[in-house]
């Protein structure tokens, strides 16, 4: 009997403007420099497409020029501004880096702190002519947590977002960065924030994810791989996330929109930690090709990671 | 309808009230034009001009602000003209008999005052002058004499730098405003201690305050009422951060205003009304004004207007344009102004207010990350002296024939003799130096290495008439360096009594003894074997022993622990 040997699977694509075509127009129109392309892309997304575009041309090294042309011709728009404000966040961080606080050097933090608040006087503005612009404030959630600002000043922001956007996604991960303990934060802060996110949130929403995500993040708080997988495979840490599937991943009125690839990335990976293999087989499968960064790169290069964790995932799970 | 009527060459404003006669006498003086080294000579000279006056059956007073000094009276038309007449009386003749004793009782006045808040804005924004000065300790009354303030009274209560003015029927009978002849005087110009705004700076209050200065005009109240009701809403109603939202606005007598807004804040969410406080500002700032907030506002003080005390309420306020040379306006001219408010004109001043603020937040919070300044609490250059170094740290003192220095951990701190508004001298030769931009020099020679021929250095180079002598510390709050201190304390614990050694050392012995004995019996009863009628014998023996033990060791255990306390 000859065994079929399965063709090695091909890297996960972890680029946005793949999952997301609207990613990739927005990138072209970038490219070629043609901002009314871009404004018009950007207006016909929903709350959670406009952050997802506006992080995602601000996060590019060379945007600055053009976000700058477009402010100054139209200092009310608050696209523009909130590309600009991420812009700088984003090279603020680059500045920085990763790293912890004693191995960067003052410099360094003299330039993050001097890029974060530039950023922050064009997104004060722009919350201030646009109070409902999803997309600023969520730039402003992430701000506050560079400058330090704290915690209630973090949550006030939040709030004058959820005000409009009660499920704002991407905001909410931002706020459950900061109430995690790295951030000054506490577990019982973190946990509290994502079960009120995920409770308040209409049946087959993705935002059930920040509950695994903060499972994750109190998982990988313990230094080593072995140790998060011990803490995941507890039964509260089970239920918990098996609940959070329920709401999301695992209801009928769960959609591909903005963000689908990293929840299901998430949900994935926590799956593959609590060694359930055959939950975690199935959100690779859904991903196809795609896949999200998501937590992924906590342990070594995250691609690799993805690509090791998957192939398990379908040998001990099956490939549905 | 305000009259215009003169009294013995005073100007006097007369209007109408329903209620009892009120009549004031205001002065264009106050403690804007004092200086830090005389600081208090205006409010000492009302105390002693009111002081012969004292009963206390009369509804009079006196007020000294930043520009002005009042003397005002509630009462009968015959008791006002009594008073007022007196106190022109005293003021020409200045009664000084109780010099030392008002002094004694401003210093009360003074220590036995709460602090707000807001108290320290001026000194932040104008430095250790003028306008800046009502944030100071009155530190000028001990070296004031009975001619210095004879001289004070006849340069500002003069018939020319005053305006009477009475709510009533009529210029009381017998009235007699019998003073000296002088110029009016013009408002101090204000000085300020803000390189750039908008600024900040960081108090233990637990509040957020904004201080702006705008041009004075009929849009300016209703800014700051509109600016009232935004805090309200997004800090108090929406988000719960505030409980006291307060907001003012007050001329400053030279065709600008102070605007003033406060929101206080819970210890845990300090962080979120700065936050909350600069968006609002930026909301305004941006134009983002409501219609409904501007036709609140407007309406309020139209009602203020339709009352039949306004003229009467506001002869004060008009009282002082008289005297800066700023216009009144009658009812009608203010309403129409008032009601010809845009939001265009809103959010001019909300920009101007924007320009020109100065934050105040609380610790451990900042609004630089917002674009505002930091107000200096550091020099920028030092002077050049010999070098003295501090007997704890890193620090440096520098004291030179221009000025001193000192070069620490928070930077450099520099006051020049020129412009050093006061200088503290304690008698223990602690010295403060404090500069016209309000930045502090504090030394004490304990802590330095310093000669003291450089103590006189700094003596000489500072004006006596701005050297402030202050009265002996207590010697404990001396600070002296680490070393000594450390030593001081070692000589200063208290010794223990013969009584308490020879107690300790005898029950010492006794519970070694007793403890030893007990110790022996009780091995000696668990291993080896006891016949059965003596085991409850010793067994009870041994029980004593232990009592006896922790009584004997008691004193030694209490005796130690008393002398912990």
Aim: one cysteine or more; proline letters at 6%.
């Amino acid at each position: 009997m000859i065994l079929a040997m399965p063709a090695p699977l091909a890297p996960p694509v972890f680029d946005a403007a793949v999952a997301y075509p609207q990613v990739a127009a927005a990138r072209g129109a970038l490219a070629a420099g043609d901002w009314p392309a871009l404004r018009a892309l950007v207006d016909a997304q929903d709350a959670h497409g406009r952050t997802v575009l506006v992080g995602e041309v601000g996060g590019t090294p060379d945007a600055e020029p053009l976000l700058r042309k477009a402010l100054a011709e139209q200092p009310d728009d608050p696209v523009a501004a909130a590309m600009l404000g991420a812009h700088l966040i984003r090279a603020g961080w680059r500045i920085r880096t990763a790293r912890q606080a004693q191995d960067v050097s003052r410099e360094q933090f003299v330039q993050f702190f001097d890029h974060l608040r530039r950023a922050e006087q064009i997104l004060i503005e722009a919350t201030a002519r646009h109070p409902q612009d999803a997309a600023a404030w969520t730039q402003r959630v992430t701000s506050a947590r560079g400058l330090q600002l704290g915690q209630a000043e973090a949550r006030r922001r939040y709030d004058r977002l959820a005000a409009g956007h009660p499920h704002h996604l991407p905001a909410q991960g931002s706020l459950l960065q900061q109430f995690c303990p790295k951030w000054s934060g506490s577990w019982e802060k973190a946990y509290d924030f994502a079960r009120e996110c995920t409770d308040a949130a209409p049946a087959g929403a993705p935002n059930a994810v920040l509950v695994v995500e903060v499972h994750l993040e109190q998982a990988f708080d313990h230094g080593t791989l072995s140790a998060a997988r011990a803490f995941l495979r507890g039964q509260q840490v089970r239920a918990a996330i098996h609940d959070a599937a329920q709401r999301s991943i695992w209801h009928p009125e769960f959609r591909h929109g903005w963000g689908w690839v990293q929840v299901r990335s998430t949900f994935a990976l926590a799956f593959c930690l609590m060694q359930e293999w055959t939950p975690a087989a199935q959100q690779f499968a859904a991903l196809g090709h795609l896949g999200d960064e998501s937590m992924f790169g906590y342990f070594g290069d995250a691609v690799a990671q993805f690509q090791r964790f998957r192939e398990k995932a379908y040998a001990k799970g099956g490939r549905p | 309808m305000i009259q215009h009527l003169e009294t013995d060459g005073v100007p006097t404003l007369l209007a109408p009230t329903g209620g009892p006669m009120r009549a004031g006498l205001t002065f264009r003086v106050g403690t804007a034009d004092e200086t830090l080294a005389r600081h208090g000579i205006t409010h000492l000279l009302e105390h002693l001009v009111l002081a012969p006056l004292g009963s206390a059956d009369y509804h009079f007073n006196g007020a000294t602000g930043p520009v002005f000094t009042t003397f005002h009276m509630q009462g009968s038309a015959p008791d006002i003209a009594t008073f007022l007449t007196s106190v022109c009386a005293n003021l020409t003749d200045l009664p000084t008999g109780r010099l030392e004793v008002e002094k004694d009782i401003l210093r009360t006045e003074w220590s036995s005052r709460g602090s707000a808040a807001i108290d320290d804005i001026p000194l932040w924004r104008h430095g250790a002058r003028d306008h800046g000065l009502s944030s100071y300790p009155e530190w000028g009354l001990s070296r004031l004499t009975a001619e210095e303030l004879r001289q004070w009274a006849a340069r500002w209560f003069t018939r020319e730098n005053a305006v009477l003015w009475i709510a009533g029927d009529r210029v009381p009978e017998g009235l007699r405003l019998d003073l000296p002849t002088g110029t009016r005087q013009p408002v101090p110009t204000a000085s300020s201690a803000l390189p750039t705004t908008p600024a900040y700076f960081v108090h233990g209050a637990r509040a957020v305050v904004l201080d702006a200065v705008v041009r004075r005009r009929a849009a300016a109240p209703v800014f700051a009422e509109v600016l009232e009701r935004e805090l309200f809403r997004a800090l108090r109603q929406d988000a719960g951060l505030s409980y006291t939202i307060s907001t003012g606005y007050e001329p400053r007598g030279d065709g600008q205003a102070h605007l003033r807004a406060l929101a206080d804040a819970l210890a845990e969410k300090q962080d979120a009304v700065v936050g909350g406080f600069i968006d609002v500002l930026a909301k305004l700032r941006v134009g983002r004004i409501e219609q409904s907030d501007l036709d609140a506002a407007v309406a309020k003080r139209v009602d203020m207007y339709a009352t039949a005390e306004f003229d009467a309420a506001r002869l004060p306020a008009y009282a002082f344009n008289l005297l800066t040379g700023e216009s009144n306006h009658t009812t009608d001219e203010q309403l129409a102004q008032l009601k010809a408010v845009t939001l265009a004109d809103l959010h001019e001043v909300a920009q101007e207010a924007y320009a020109s603020a100065l934050l105040m937040v609380p610790d451990g919070t900042s609004a630089d990350w917002a674009g505002f300044t930091a107000a200096p609490t550091s020099s920028e250059s030092t002077v050049s002296g010999t070098t003295y170094r501090s007997r704890d740290d890193d620090s440096r003192l520098l004291v030179g024939t221009e000025g001193v220095s000192h070069l620490g951990a928070g930077g450099i701190v520099t006051v020049t003799y020129a412009d050093c508004a006061a200088m503290l001298a304690w008698p223990d030769g602690a010295r403060q130096l404090i500069g016209h931009d309000a930045i502090v020099l504090h030394i004490e020679p304990t802590l330095f290495d310093t000669h003291p021929a450089a103590m006189h250095v700094i003596d000489s180079g500072v004006p006596v008439d701005r050297q402030i002598r202050m009265p002996p510390r207590d010697p404990e709050h001396i600070p002296q360096p680490c070393a000594l201190r450390e030593a001081r304390q070692h000589l200063a614990r208290p010794k223990r009594a013969g009584w308490e050694v020879l107690l300790m050392v005898l029950c010492g012995l006794a519970t070694l003894v007793v403890g030893g004995f007990t110790l022996l019996l009780t091995i000696g009863m668990l291993i080896s074997p006891t016949a059965e009628e003596d085991v409850t014998v010793l067994w009870g023996a041994v029980v004593i022993g232990w009592l006896l033990t922790v009584i004997l060791a008691l004193p030694i255990v209490l005796l130690a622990r008393g002398r912990r306390r």
